[in-house]
Every structure is written in structure tokens, then in C-alpha cells.
């Protein structure tokens, strides 16, 4: 017979696998700037942060496979939203909330395999005080931070990164990155972290600005290192 306390301790054990797993991933950075919304991290093979819709932007850390089922289901969102209602109606917060159910769902059930990811959706406003960053865990929990945001394998070291976010200081664009990218790779180091560490060759630096203003066709813009 199954009872509520094997089914608390079944609970308790995909948490513990799940967050074991999310260790060996790069953290997530962001950050409000009068430019848009700057987004950080680093990456093995392929991309972990993506253009969801022409105002929200998408990052996670975790499996690939779970990472891209994620973002395959808000772009189908967004679009269906956008079609049926109108662009405007897109938001951040529809698209959270229409995959959080999900989420919720395939943590709880047992008969299939938990989503392996921690991620944020991030809409960029016209000031930096509307933009608004919401963060999506594997339980379908959501929450919802401005001005910056931070992921990581686990709750306590993304908390960290955010304010360690909140001392940060650069006059223009290109400063700004550069202390992103330390700030992300320090953070894996621990008390070994130097400015001046080698990264590994396995690991990629990325960045995209999410821009503030409608000066190109699409707000979405890989920066080069």
C-alpha cells in the first residue's frame, strides 16, 4: 500500500536527484541595464539562453534535452498566444504560468521521469524598472525578481550571484560583460577563484542583450567576447 509518507519520501528523493544534477551546470546571470536586459553565462555545445518571443528571452541550466523541451513548449505557447490574441498579449507571466502546471505535474508523478531544469524567463520594458524576470524550478514553482536575476545548481548560490549582481558598476556595455563573465566563472571556483583563471576549453563565454529599444528588426542580440 502506498502511503502519504512513501510518497513525501519519493518526493524528497527526485528533489535530491534533480538538484544533484543541477550542480554540474554553469550558473545564469542578468541584468537590467538603460540598454535592455543583459543575459550571461557560460556553455558546453549549444546555446543556453534563446529568444522566446520579440520581448522575453529564455535561459536554464540543466539537461539539454529538458532545456529544449522547455523552450520548444513557450515558443508554442507564444505563438499560439500571439495568433490567437495579439502580440501584446505575450507576457512573461502567461507563458510561466501555462508551463508551470506541467512542471508540477511531471515532478509529482512517478510513473515518469522529473524535468532536469532551473531556468528564467526574462521581458524586457520600456525603463528599466519593467523589466520583469520570473524563475521557473523543476517543481513548477515560479517566482519573480526585477532589476536582476541569477540561477544556479542550487537556491542558496543563485541568491548569491544576485547580489553579488547588486555591487556591480560599469559605464558602459562592454565593462559590464567582462565582470559577468569573471563574476560567473569565480563563482564555480570557490576559494580558488582568481580574475585571471584559464576557462576551460570545454566551456564557451555567451551573452545576449535583450534590447531595450526597437532599433532592429529583432530585440535579440548574440554579443561576441
Do not use: C
Not at 38 to 51: F, N, S
Not at 54 to 72: C, H, N, Y
Not at 126 to 138: G, K, P, R, S
Amino acid at each position: 500500500m502506498f502511503t502519504p509518507y512513501d510518497w513525501q519520501e519519493g518526493i524528497g528523493h527526485r528533489a535530491q536527484y534533480i538538484e544533484a544534477k543541477l550542480m554540474q551546470g554553469m550558473p545564469v546571470v542578468a541584468i537590467s541595464v538603460p540598454d535592455g536586459i543583459l543575459i550571461a553565462t557560460y556553455r558546453r555545445q549549444v546555446p543556453k539562453i534563446y529568444e522566446i518571443y520579440d520581448r522575453l528571452a529564455f535561459a536554464a541550466v540543466g539537461q539539454q534535452s529538458d532545456i529544449e523541451s522547455l523552450r520548444s513548449a513557450a515558443l508554442e505557447y507564444a505563438s499560439k498566444e500571439g495568433y490567437n490574441r495579439s502580440e501584446s498579449d505575450v507576457t512573461v507571466q502567461r507563458v510561466v504560468t501555462a508551463l508551470s502546471a506541467p512542471l508540477k505535474r511531471a515532478f509529482g508523478d512517478f510513473n515518469t521521469s522529473p524535468v532536469v531544469a532551473r531556468s528564467f524567463f526574462a521581458e524586457v520594458g520600456q525603463t528599466v524598472e519593467d523589466d520583469l524576470y520570473y524563475v521557473l524550478d523543476y517543481d513548477g514553482d515560479y517566482s519573480i525578481t526585477r532589476s536582476r536575476v541569477a540561477i544556479s545548481g542550487s537556491i542558496e548560490s543563485g541568491q548569491t550571484l544576485e547580489d553579488e549582481l547588486s555591487k556591480l558598476e560599469a559605464s558602459d556595455l562592454g565593462s559590464l560583460t567582462a565582470q559577468l563573465k569573471t563574476l560567473i566563472f569565480n563563482s564555480t571556483q570557490g576559494d580558488k577563484a582568481e580574475s585571471d583563471d584559464p576557462v576551460p576549453d570545454t566551456f564557451t563565454f555567451e551573452a545576449v542583450l535583450l534590447e531595450r529599444a526597437e532599433l532592429h528588426d529583432n530585440r535579440f542580440r548574440r554579443l561576441s567576447e
